[in-house]
């Protein structure tokens, strides 16, 4: 049974250009999060997607958007990227949103913003 | 209110010892506290949680010990092990959602 998914695992960017991370959530999830692990930080709530829509967001602005897929995979969008938005990109599943159980992380995507 | 505050930033202890991780909250709207493990270059992996209609949870060498009225929790690992060296992150999440509020992390070493 394969966990989450994600790619690309490492990605070099320029500053102002826009950038697109993919996961596949554990099978037999419908809910995916996505978190942002800034270098020796705890992850940070960007958004949820549940049924193909956004259903929560974190303190973040509109350079980040998401789409969530009808096989519940997901895509995390940025645009417009600047250095702080270097960091661990981590994709989180899970079972309804409602249940508070147990997220799985994938081993996220490390972008650099030169 | 939204803030996990978590301590130490770094823990360093012997083979066989008692590793203690500290947290505490204001949201009294927190019901979950689940505790990552992160191993480098790896995604956060969930060790224990616990809600707050019990006191503690011990699965092995790792027990939680969960103090309501003092929003606090705490992470306790038994007999550490080197294996057991990693960063180790509380959070905490409110009903009806599992939009997680992560504490800042603690690395723990462990020396035989």
């Known amino acids: 049974d394969a966990g989450v998914t994600q790619s690309p695992t490492h990605l070099i960017k320029t500053r102002g250009q826009q950038v697109t991370l993919r996961c596949s959530p554990k099978?037999?999830?419908?809910?995916v999060s996505w978190y942002q692990q800034a270098l020796g930080q705890g992850p940070q709530f960007i958004f949820q997607y549940y049924e193909e829509e956004e259903r929560q967001r974190g303190n973040f602005p509109d350079r980040f958007s998401g789409h969530q897929f009808p096989n519940y995979s997901s895509e995390l969008n940025v645009n417009a990227l600047l250095l702080g938005d270097s960091a661990l990109y981590l994709c989180?599943?899970?079972?309804?949103?409602?249940?508070?159980?147990?997220?799985?992380f994938g081993e996220g995507s490390r972008l650099t913003v030169l | 209110q939204q803030q996990v505050k978590q301590s130490p930033q770094s823990l360093i202890v012997q083979k066989g010892g008692i590793s203690i991780i500290n947290c505490a909250y204001e949201n009294t709207a927190f019901d979950y506290f689940p505790w990552y493990q992160q191993f480098p270059g790896k995604g956060p992996a969930l060790l224990i949680a616990?809600?707050?209609?019990?006191s503690e949870k011990k699965e092995g060498r790792f027990t939680i010990s969960f103090n309501k009225s003092a929003k606090q929790f705490s992470l306790h690992i038994m007999d550490s092990q080197p294996g057991d060296s990693a960063t180790y992150f509380c959070a905490a999440s409110a009903h009806n959602t599992d939009k997680l509020i992560f504490g800042t992390g603690t690395r723990l070493q462990v020396f035989p």
């Open positions: 616990i809600r707050p209609d019990v």
């Open positions: 099978s037999g999830h419908d809910t």
């Open positions: 989180a599943s899970s079972f309804d949103p409602r249940n508070t159980g147990e997220l799985f």
